[in-house]
């Protein structure tokens, strides 16, 4: 059991990670890869580690996750890779018949020093690569960042390797999404197509990863960006990225690559993160705002001031990814709530800067990012002074059962219940349904304790 602790004991803890509040790298370059149609994933390291990070896509996303494995043993881990990797390619290829082999690393490969741009200019050169078929590689050593810089690395490795310039701008927008669900994909498009704005979108793992059941198994859904689609990217008049961890290095890459211009946002989480969102959309798309996303925010609007008094006040901890806890964050202030404890396990200086500005007017708040900002610290937080909801992914109801404090499932993993890849919890729908899901776990606590209410409801 854990015991409350005085601030200096907390203070003094760096040398040890204690249940960390993120996983590893390979785990998020699988799901950005996913994003694209007709892609292989490709685990350049040992069996293990590819079904570890399969498995943990499979439990959230309750989908068959299908990835390669370069399948390393004792005589890899000596002698390197390569000979695994371009026989993996050349397999895969003949077999899986993939458009596209996305290929992340694992500690092991970048531990003995793998080059796996060289490795996989030699499949290329000996012909391993059929024509119209593609190959590329992000490294993604799980020893530094999280589950969240794989993301970035992979979708990242796309921006660098696929959009070309043909030196004729297109009438259309990039949007490069962060780590969200594919629910949360589906409703970003959804609401650009109602403005009218011709976009690419990748990733996309809409109609990839929430699938309907047919009684048939296919191996590539058909979402995901295309590669014509990702092709188009260098020649769109702007990049829209949602998430300064997951996309500004993609952005960056376009940039760069093919002049594309580039702005990166907040993930449209929250009130006034959709607003900032919608005003990014109508500059750079040249569209003005539909009455229905005008009426989705008034309805936001009109079950915030209905239910405001249930909400005032209320002390909440909350634990994820950086670019999901800012303007959830954000979102919690507009509530008038108090956002107090908040710890993500991604590194980033501009996590602390963010929160800084954000809980200005909050003395009691803290925050911690980083491989210290584990959910050890969280719990020792909240037994120091408790708080009325816990906003996390799973690993958060040990600390919720033993304190006896409601809780919302939000973020990664998410393994024991349903619901996030079908429900979104992005634009100002998505608030709505954060709103009503966080009102209903406090007014259950509430009825729960107030016996006068439960005689009544009984009679
Ligand atoms: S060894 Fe590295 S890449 Fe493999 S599962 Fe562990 S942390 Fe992830």
């Known amino acids: 059991m854990l015991l409350r602790h005085t601030t200096s004991e907390i203070k003094d803890r760096t040398a040890l990670t204690v249940n960390p509040a993120k996983t590893c790298q390979p785990v998020g370059a699988m799901y950005?890869?996913?994003?694209f149609h007709g892609c292989l994933p490709h685990s350049h390291g040992s069996q293990g580690c590819c079904s570890y990070h399969r498995t943990a896509l499979t439990r959230h996303y309750k989908e068959p996750v299908m990835a390669a494995t370069s399948s390393f043993t004792e005589g890899s881990a000596v002698f390197g890779g390569q000979a695994n990797l371009v026989q993996a390619v050349e397999t895969i290829f003949a077999i899986y018949e993939p458009d596209i082999i996305a290929?992340?690393?694992?500690?092991?490969s970048e531990t003995i020093g793998d080059d796996v741009n060289q490795i996989l200019q030699k499949a290329r050169d000996e012909d391993k690569v059929p024509k119209g078929?593609?190959?590329?590689?992000?490294?993604?050593p799980s020893y530094v960042g999280s589950h969240v810089t794989g993301y970035a690395?992979?979708?990242?490795?796309?921006?660098?390797?696929?959009?070309?310039?043909?030196g004729k701008?297109?009438?259309?927008?990039n949007i490069i999404s962060g780590w969200i669900e594919p629910s949360d994909m589906r409703e970003i498009k959804r609401i650009v197509s109602s403005m009218g704005i011709k976009f690419v979108m990748f990733p996309d793992t809409s109609d990839v990863l929430d699938n309907p059941m047919t009684g048939k198994f296919v191996m590539y859904p058909k979402g995901g960006t295309t590669i014509p689609e990702m092709l188009s990217t260098g020649d769109s008049?702007?990049?829209i990225g949602l998430g300064h961890w997951a996309t500004t290095d993609a952005a960056v890459a376009l940039d760069n690559k093919c002049k594309v211009r580039f702005e990166v946002g907040d993930l449209p989480i929250g009130l006034r993160a959709t607003d900032r969102f919608i005003k990014l959309l109508s500059k750079f798309g040249t569209a003005s705002v539909p009455e229905s996303v005008n009426d989705d925010r008034g309805r936001l609007i009109d079950v915030i001031s209905d239910m405001h008094q249930y909400l005032y006040g209320k002390r909440v901890a909350l634990f994820g990814d950086p670019?999901?806890?800012?303007?959830?964050?954000?979102?919690?202030?507009?509530?008038?709530?108090?956002?107090?404890?908040?710890?993500?396990g991604t590194p980033g200086n501009d996590f602390s800067s963010r929160m800084e500005k954000l809980l200005a007017n909050l003395p009691e708040a803290k925050y911690k990012n980083g491989a210290n900002a584990d959910m050890f610290l969280l719990h020792q937080w909240i037994k120091q002074e408790p708080v009325d909801l816990i906003i996390g992914n799973t690993y958060g109801k040990y600390i919720a059962r033993d304190e006896k404090i409601p809780f919302l499932r939000f973020g990664f993993p998410i393994l024991d219940r349903i619901?996030?890849?079908?429900?979104?919890?992005?634009?100002?729908t998505g608030a709505l349904r954060l709103v009503e899901k966080m009102l209903s776990l406090i007014m259950d606590k509430q009825d729960m304790e107030c016996p006068e209410e439960k005689v009544e409801l009984v009679m």
């Open 32 to 35: 950005a890869a996913l994003g």
């Open 103 to 108: 290929v992340h690393t694992t500690c092991l």
């Open 133 to 140: 078929k593609y190959v590329m590689h992000a490294s993604t």
């Open 153 to 166: 690395n992979m979708v990242k490795g796309f921006a660098s390797y696929f959009p070309v310039s043909t």
């Open 169 to 173: 701008k297109l009438n259309q927008i």
């Open 237 to 239: 008049k702007f990049t």
């Open 323 to 344: 670019d999901q806890l800012i303007p959830m964050t954000e979102f919690l202030l507009d509530l008038d709530m108090k956002p107090v404890y908040i710890v993500s």
């Open 419 to 428: 619901g996030h890849s079908y429900f979104p919890s992005v634009g100002y």
